[in-house]
């Protein structure tokens, strides 16, 4: 399994070596990705995975994983996530790892992360002063079919995103 950390940071549940540690201090990886690494790693085994971050806000974990990883750590019918659910307590939801370099990228991710709820398209809103903000446009019909609170959707999308990202109903 490729992880943020080393093989031997994976089966140890104590220490990190001294590149792993720097990674944290450094704020690359966080502790929640350690954690959930060698959660997976302990479920999963060596298999041919890659585990890319994971981000939290509220009661909800989003993991982030490699391209056609996802039903692998899903696992079948649902096992691995629902030990994940017990080990890390929180909800947890798997979504392919997207680098947001653009609306396209951003919306991707949206439709992973919000689905049952439909993803109408992606807007960027330039402020007068400078700067912008990235607006995801969802049908207010699927409101009521959205995962979790729209705000807190709307933190987990920023800290992926890495700027600003509010959900609109249209």
């Known amino acids: 399994m490729k992880a943020p950390i080393c093989e031997v940071c994976l089966k140890t549940d104590d220490i990190l070596c001294p590149a792993d540690e720097k990674k944290l201090q450094e704020g690359i990886i966080s502790e929640l990705d350690v954690r959930?690494?060698?959660?997976?790693?302990r479920l999963l085994g060596d298999v041919d995975m890659e585990f890319k971050k994971a981000?939290?806000?509220?009661?909800?974990?989003?993991?982030?994983v490699g391209r056609g990883d996802v039903p692998i750590a899903i696992g079948k019918g649902g096992k691995n996530i629902k030990a994940l659910m017990r080990e890390l307590g929180k909800r947890v939801r798997v979504i392919e790892a997207v680098e947001v370099k653009d609306t396209e990228d951003l919306k991707k991710l949206a439709t992973d992360l919000l689905y049952p709820a439909g993803v109408f398209g992606v807007n960027?809103?330039?402020?007068?002063?400078?700067?912008n903000y990235y607006k995801v446009l969802v049908l207010g019909r699927d409101?009521?079919?959205?995962?979790?609170?729209?705000?807190?959707?709307?933190?987990?999308l920023s800290q992926i995103a890495g700027t600003e990202v509010r959900i609109n109903f249209i």
């Open 36 to 41: 959930v690494a060698r959660l997976l790693y």
């Open 124 to 131: 960027v809103v330039y402020r007068p002063g400078g700067g």
């Open 55 to 64: 981000v939290e806000a509220g009661d909800l974990i989003v993991i982030m």
């Open 143 to 156: 409101r009521k079919k959205l995962p979790e609170k729209p705000e807190l959707l709307e933190d987990i």
